[in-house]
């Protein structure tokens, strides 16, 4: 009986929790003729805007933002605005194992800036890539794990848009 309780109260913690600290409810859609400008360049490099395939943009429909894809010569860079909290945004390593790749434990690790990243590697048909993935915010908060976002978005610890990044090579 003892756990039926426990069990009862954890869910009922969880149901008012998002309820405690800010308002589930969804602000409008800012439309893409709003969100900031692409950013030029990735780590000093510029960047050059590749056309999303018609798969990707049939999957994109929707998608509370706007989105597109870019290379440095270096790196396949997929930037992602992020308009609202969403359920639509997943971690890139969701995504990779979709695809059909096997995908290594993310580890979190810093860049050059010290800028921390969440990055996995995939592989698939003997081909073998490093992804890093981050959501960053127009005052510089960032967060390596969508989860994280996606809550702090929902209880309004944090404003968008907010711009994800994820870097493969």
């Known amino acids: 009986m003892m756990r039926v309780r426990l069990l009862l109260a954890a869910a009922v913690l969880a149901a008012l929790t998002p309820l405690l600290g800010g308002?589930?409810?969804?602000?409008?859609?800012?439309?893409?003729?709003?969100?900031?400008?692409?950013?030029?360049?990735?780590?000093?490099?510029?960047?050059?805007?590749?056309?999303?395939?018609?798969?990707?943009?049939?999957?994109?429909?929707?998608?509370?933002?706007?989105?597109?894809r870019f290379t440095d010569g270096e790196h396949d860079i997929i930037l992602r605005w992020v308009t609202q909290p969403t359920r639509r945004l997943h971690p890139a390593d969701d995504c990779y194992r979709a695809w059909g790749f096997a995908v290594s434990e993310s580890k979190i690790r810093a860049d050059r800036d010290g800028v921390?990243?969440?990055?996995?590697?995939?592989?698939?048909?003997?081909?073998?890539?490093?992804?890093?993935?981050?959501?960053?915010?127009?005052?510089?908060?960032?967060?390596?794990?969508?989860?994280?976002?996606?809550?702090?978005?929902?209880?309004?610890?944090?404003?968008?848009?907010?711009?994800?990044?994820?870097?493969?090579?």
């Open 116 to 169: 921390r990243w969440r990055c996995f590697g995939a592989g698939k048909n003997g081909a073998r890539r490093e992804v890093c993935e981050q959501v960053r915010d127009a005052e510089g908060a960032h967060w390596t794990d969508v989860s994280s976002w996606y809550w702090a978005a929902t209880l309004d610890r944090t404003t968008g848009p907010w711009l994800v990044t994820t870097v493969s090579n």
């Open 23 to 68: 308002t589930l409810a969804a602000p409008a859609n800012r439309p893409a003729a709003m969100l900031p400008p692409w950013p030029r360049e990735f780590q000093g490099r510029p960047l050059t805007r590749v056309p999303l395939t018609d798969a990707e943009s049939r999957y994109l429909s929707g998608f509370p933002g706007d989105v597109a």
